[in-house]
């Protein structure tokens, strides 16, 4: 079965710390990824995606995510967190399955940034 | 982008009631869906609503539980029936603009005593 794996539940880092996220999926046709971020209290807003063309692709805040298809991989990454980047943050993939669009979503990975 | 808007917004229910969430986009989508976000967990997608047709459940969903209407193409809503505390969640509507982007509305938290 289609799934995003998310391998990192728990990150704690200190503020100008780096940040990489991972996201690995299982799906072999064409697929578009997506970062997704929840803030305390907030809903979902969309932090970067990838479609096609350069497999790097940056996102808002300061956010990057390269897409590696010979690894199924799309992770995220930031060179200096800020505290207010403590969020949860969702990878998510858009592929066709069973003749409908879906999106999936990994389990999320919840990131402390202590001042 | 699109923007989304959700009733109730939290709400707490009893057992063995049923809750009617609504949501509403401010434009014409063709694709809507619901999401349940169980707490300390990720989205597990319910079922998929596009106007005109009847929803597609995911597995593990079904429409008797999970009532869903489309009457229209901003408009959505999913009931929960004869609920239990297992039930108690987010649920989240989420629509695909024409720029293959999905947006999410702000939930409604709902918890079953």
């Known amino acids: 079965a289609q799934s995003v794996s998310q391998h990192n539940h728990h990150v704690i880092l200190s503020e100008a710390a780096s940040l990489e996220l991972g996201c690995n999926y299982s799906y072999g046709g064409t697929v578009n990824l997506f970062w997704y971020v929840q803030y305390p209290g907030q809903h979902l807003q969309l932090l970067l995606k990838?479609?096609?063309?350069?497999?790097l692709v940056k996102g808002i805040k300061g956010f990057e995510a390269e897409f590696i298809k010979s690894k199924f991989s799309f992770n995220l990454r930031k060179p200096s967190v800020q505290w207010s980047d403590t969020a949860e943050y969702f990878c998510a993939v858009n592929a066709l399955m069973d003749s409908s669009y879906k999106l999936i979503f990994g389990s999320g990975t919840r990131l402390l940034v202590r001042p | 982008s699109a923007v989304i808007s959700q009733k109730p917004s939290r709400d707490i229910c009893q057992r063995g009631t049923s809750l009617t969430i609504q949501c509403q986009v401010d434009?014409?989508?063709?694709?809507m869906f619901w999401y349940r976000q169980q707490p300390g967990q990720s989205l597990t997608l319910i079922a998929t609503a596009n106007q005109g047709s009847e929803a597609t459940y995911e597995s593990g969903f079904v429409i008797d539980k999970f009532p869903i209407s489309r009457p229209n193409l901003t408009f959505s809503t999913l009931t929960v029936s004869n609920m239990s505390p297992e039930d108690s969640s987010i649920y989240l509507c989420?629509?695909?603009?024409?720029?293959?982007?999905?947006?999410f509305g702000p939930g409604t938290r709902l918890t079953v005593l």
């Open positions: 989420s629509v695909l603009d024409r720029g293959n982007e999905q947006f």
């Open positions: 990838y479609f096609s063309g350069d497999p």
């Open positions: 434009s014409q989508v063709t694709m």
